[in-house]
């Protein structure tokens, strides 16, 4: 019986695998998939998502397929309000953004778990895990064949397959799901050198974006759709926003010369981690798993290796103590309450509220004219900010209106 099994060997799934390694658990990583594989993605990188690729000692590998950036720049629904908000100095994290194709990350995360000698198994497509008294029994099929695993423990690193999650118990809770759909071009003209999310041309409430790659003229083109503030789906599906979103004349400048790399694919996002289950007994759930991914930006490439390292404490813990139950896995959930908590909760608030054309056309305007609430704007959205506690309502109103 293995220590440790983990589903999934995504950002999280794989991150997790390296750390336990790293620290003699007995563990192993199976994913249906076949490495280097893609996943459906703006392959944008947030300052905490590098941090943690330092952390790890691994962002030497992205020097020539990563793109470092600089700026993110927010354009509003009139198009003609552009907002730049450079990147903090350095604080908890590094004063940069990036953006790897997932293709590349990945299996470059994978590889470094397998160098580290976590035991990869490709092409196992998890069906079901039973849990018992005695351990937990994971079901799957290897190349058509069944197999079973057996561990003490399983996390679970699924992202956003909703059928399984469904399966063992962690479906999601409600209609907090972001449609999105991606798109690669190359020789694209006039591409800023930022991170650009764009409000003109995608319907809302959702945003379009253009990351540009390391490679000249490339980026990842995008939209994410969200459910309306009731909860109710938005009424286009993410292809048919893509398309008015690049058909928008801004997008169509800059994609006048530009020829499409591979087919547009769209892929749902889970981001709603405020009302997600995140373990039971013997299993242990991380990343987009537990719906850790921004509401506000859809990012998750971050909490996804944050989480993965969280749960690698507490499941040492759990070997350590022999005790896998749901009631000791409670302190992992209250150790990401605690972290993500509020941020979620601010980012939610903003979406329903701020996400139409007036209040963004607004802020986008008010936060030019205002460098401490532009800061602190994005010091709590992409995470930048030393804050010892929650950042009130008090607060951005007091630099809204005096900063
Ligand atoms: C269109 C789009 C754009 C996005 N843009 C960004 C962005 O720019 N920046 C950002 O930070 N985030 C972005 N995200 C979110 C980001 O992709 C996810 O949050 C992130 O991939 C989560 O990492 P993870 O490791 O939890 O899951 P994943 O990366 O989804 O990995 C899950 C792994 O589990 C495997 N798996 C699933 N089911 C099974 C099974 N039954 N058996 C075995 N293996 C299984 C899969 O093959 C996969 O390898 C975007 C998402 C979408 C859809």
């Given at each position: 019986?293995?220590?440790?099994i983990?589903?999934?060997?995504?950002?999280?799934?794989?991150?997790?695998?390296?750390?336990?390694?790293q620290?003699?658990?007995?563990?192993?990583?199976?994913?249906r998939?076949?490495?280097?594989?893609?996943?459906t993605?703006?392959?944008?990188?947030?300052?905490?998502?590098?941090?943690?690729?330092e952390?790890?000692?691994?962002?030497?590998?992205?020097?020539e397929?990563?793109?470092?950036?600089?700026?993110?720049?927010?354009?509003?629904?009139?198009?003609?309000?552009?907002?730049?908000?450079?990147?903090?100095?350095p604080?908890?994290?590094?004063?940069?953004?990036?953006?790897?194709?997932?293709?590349?990350?990945?299996?470059?995360?994978?590889?470094?778990?397998?160098?580290?000698?976590?035991?990869?198994?490709?092409?196992?497509?998890?069906?079901?895990?039973?849990?018992?008294?005695?351990?937990a029994?994971?079901?799957?099929?290897?190349?058509?064949?069944?197999?079973?695993?057996?561990?003490?423990?399983?996390?679970?690193?699924?992202?956003?397959?909703?059928?399984?999650?469904r399966?063992?118990?962690f479906?999601?809770?409600?209609?907090?799901?972001?449609?999105?759909?991606?798109?690669?071009?190359?020789?694209?003209?006039?591409?800023?050198?930022?991170?650009?999310f764009?409000?003109?041309?995608?319907?809302?409430?959702?945003?379009?974006?253009?990351?540009?790659?390391?490679e000249?003229?490339?980026?990842?083109?995008?939209v994410g759709?969200?459910?309306?503030?009731?909860?109710?789906p938005?009424?286009?599906?993410a292809?048919?926003?893509?398309?008015?979103?690049?058909?928008?004349?801004?997008?169509?400048?800059?994609?006048?010369?530009?020829?499409p790399?591979?087919?547009?694919?769209?892929?749902?996002?889970?981001?709603d981690?405020?009302?997600?289950k995140?373990?039971?007994?013997?299993?242990?759930?991380?990343?987009?798993?537990?719906?850790?991914?921004?509401?506000?930006?859809?990012?998750?490439?971050?909490?996804?290796?944050?989480?993965?390292?969280?749960?690698?404490?507490?499941?040492?813990?759990?070997?350590?103590?022999?005790?896998?139950?749901?009631?000791?896995?409670?302190?992992?959930?209250a150790?990401?309450?605690?972290?993500y908590?509020?941020?979620?909760?601010?980012?939610?608030?903003?979406?329903?509220?701020?996400?139409?054309?007036?209040?963004?056309?607004?802020?986008?305007?008010?936060?030019?004219w205002?460098?401490?609430?532009?800061?602190?704007?994005?010091?709590?959205?992409?995470?930048?900010?030393?804050?010892?506690?929650?950042?009130?309502?008090?607060?951005?109103?007091?630099e809204?209106?005096?900063?």
């Open positions: 019986m293995q220590d440790i983990i589903i999934g060997a995504g950002p999280a799934g794989s991150t997790a695998a390296r750390l336990l390694k620290q003699g658990v007995d563990v192993i990583l199976v994913d998939a076949t490495f280097p594989r893609d996943k993605c703006g392959d944008g990188l947030t300052p905490r998502a590098v941090g943690m690729l952390k790890l000692g691994v962002i030497e590998t992205f020097s397929t990563g793109k470092r950036i600089e700026n993110a720049r927010v354009v509003a629904p009139n198009s003609t309000g552009i907002l730049d908000v450079p990147m903090p100095a604080r908890k994290t590094p004063p940069y953004l990036y953006t790897i194709p997932r293709l590349t990350l990945d299996d470059a995360l994978l590889q470094h778990a397998i160098a580290d000698g976590v035991p990869f198994l490709g092409q196992f497509n998890v069906l079901d895990v039973n849990i018992s008294a005695d351990g029994e994971v079901i799957g099929k290897q190349n058509g064949e069944a197999v079973t695993l057996h561990a003490k423990a399983v996390v679970i690193a699924v992202g956003a397959n909703m059928k399984l999650l399966t063992l118990g479906g999601p809770t409600d209609k907090h799901i972001v449609l999105a759909a991606r798109g690669y071009y190359r020789n694209v003209k006039g591409l800023s050198g930022n991170y650009e764009r409000f003109d041309g995608v319907p809302l409430p959702g945003y379009g974006w253009v990351f540009p790659l390391a000249d003229g490339m980026a990842n083109v995008g759709m969200f459910p309306k503030a009731d909860g109710s938005h009424p286009m599906t292809r048919q926003a893509f398309d008015q979103f690049v058909a928008h004349p801004a997008l169509q400048d800059m994609l006048a010369d530009a020829e790399v591979g087919p547009v694919r769209g892929f749902p996002i889970r981001s981690f405020l009302r997600s995140t373990h039971s007994d013997r299993l242990l759930l991380i990343g987009e798993a537990i719906g850790l991914v921004n509401p506000l930006t859809g990012e998750g490439i971050d909490y996804a290796m944050e989480s993965a390292e969280i749960a690698t404490h507490h499941l040492l813990t759990a070997l350590q103590t022999n005790d896998f139950s749901s009631a000791a896995f409670d302190a992992y959930d150790e990401l309450r605690e972290k908590g509020w941020l979620f909760k601010f980012c939610e608030t903003v979406l329903n509220k701020a996400l139409n054309k007036t209040a963004l056309n607004t802020l986008v305007t008010v936060a030019k205002k460098p401490n609430l532009k800061e602190m704007f994005s010091d709590i959205v992409l995470g930048t900010g030393d804050f010892d506690a929650p950042v009130t309502r008090r607060q951005i109103l007091k809204a209106l005096f900063g």
